[in-house]
């Protein structure tokens, strides 16, 4: 086992990124940078993690922004319940524990959007405590190292691995060792053509010995995604436009896209127009149909969305429809609120 842990970290020392949260660490940095490299790739995170240090240097800072500040910041990031998290979670380490994050895993999965594997982050890296990091990276390393069949999204492999990956713990160098080990997976042992040849822990590793590694990790089926239609009505009225605040539990919650009529299948401009949702919204006003985009394809999670925008023109406003979810506002001013990649990219094209 301490070979596999001095292999480890010597690999490191020699081949590791130089990223800047890896500079003298501190938990405001491990805490910011695991939480927007969740579900992102390094060279696209990077930019936001330099952003968001240099508008809010410290956690007391970021906790003292607004929401929708830190959803702007956030924009095209995507999983926005993640910024929504971070935010609440600042706002707890300065109401909570004085700004400062506690220097002790429980207490630290105790705060807004901090499991397991960020409290072991933090924990190892920043306080240098004895928690094993398991991400993404470490179930592959391992699974391979032991040729390990169990799937790692079933309680029982998460089990298996946390346990496995704290018993390859090394105590005296927790941080150091849960870096390697991640950044091995990122680098070495990569999902698709992991450099086995010439790999420090070749002969350690069992699937390469049985053949196994494209097969590892396992991992049982995604569940099924389904397929959304919107409609958006891009309504304007002389320089303004009718932006829309989302609500309620469903995607992009306190984001702002355009009034939208979802359907269960693809509809043509006219039976959009047809509907009933339509003619409410747009009561008995005059208006002219500008543009009909083509149909954008954007890809979530679970959700595969299907998205057409008809561009309206009115002539006189929809004075009914004004609410704080629903409301006219110059266009010059549309890059100020955060928005849905999806808007993004209709607005860019």
């Avoid at 301490?2 to 990223?19: C, G, K, P, S």
């Avoid at 910024?83 to 700004?99: D, F, P, S, Y």
């Avoid at 925008?309 to 001013?333: A, C, R, S, V």
């Amino acid at each position: 086992m301490n070979f596999i842990q001095d292999t480890l970290i010597n690999w490191y020392e020699e081949n590791h990124r130089d990223l800047p949260w890896r500079h003298r660490p501190t938990p405001y940095q491990v805490w910011l940078s695991e939480v927007i490299l969740q579900q992102t790739r390094v060279n696209q995170g990077m930019d936001y993690y330099l952003r968001f240090i240099e508008r809010w240097p410290t956690v007391a800072d970021l906790a003292q922004a607004s929401e929708e500040e830190v959803l702007k910041q956030w924009q095209g990031l995507g999983y926005y319940s993640r910024a929504r998290n971070l935010h609440k979670c600042a706002r707890q380490v300065v109401e909570q524990h004085g700004g400062q994050f506690p220097a002790d895993f429980e207490q630290l999965k105790k705060l807004q959007g901090i499991g397991d594997y960020t409290a072991a982050a933090i924990a190892s890296i920043a306080f240098d405590l004895p928690h094993a990091v398991v991400d993404g990276n470490v179930y592959r390393v391992l699974s391979r190292l032991y040729d390990i069949d169990t799937p790692i999204n079933i309680n029982e492999g998460q089990k298996l691995f946390a346990d496995l990956a704290d018993e390859l713990l090394n105590r005296e160098q927790p941080g150091l060792h849960n870096q390697a080990l991640m950044e091995f997976g990122a680098l070495h042992c990569t999902p698709k053509n992991p450099n086995c040849l010439l790999c420090p822990l070749q002969a350690q590793c069992l699937a390469f010995a049985h053949q196994t590694v494209m097969q590892r990790p396992v991992k049982l089926a995604k569940v099924k995604v389904s397929t959304r239609y919107f409609n958006y009505l891009v309504i304007r009225f002389e320089d303004s436009i009718y932006l829309h605040k989302r609500s309620g539990n469903d995607i992009w919650r306190n984001l702002y896209d355009f009034p939208c009529v979802e359907s269960e299948t693809s509809l043509s401009v006219d039976e959009v127009i047809a509907t009933a949702q339509f003619k409410e919204l747009i009561e008995d006003k005059p208006f002219t149909i500008v543009k009909v985009s083509p149909v954008f394809t954007h890809k979530l999670t679970h959700r595969t969305l299907l998205a057409q925008f008809i561009e309206l023109k009115l002539e006189k406003k929809l004075l009914q429809i004004e609410t704080k979810d629903l409301f006219l506002t110059p266009e010059t001013d549309l890059g100020s609120f955060p928005i849905p990649r999806l808007i993004d990219l209709y607005l860019t094209t």
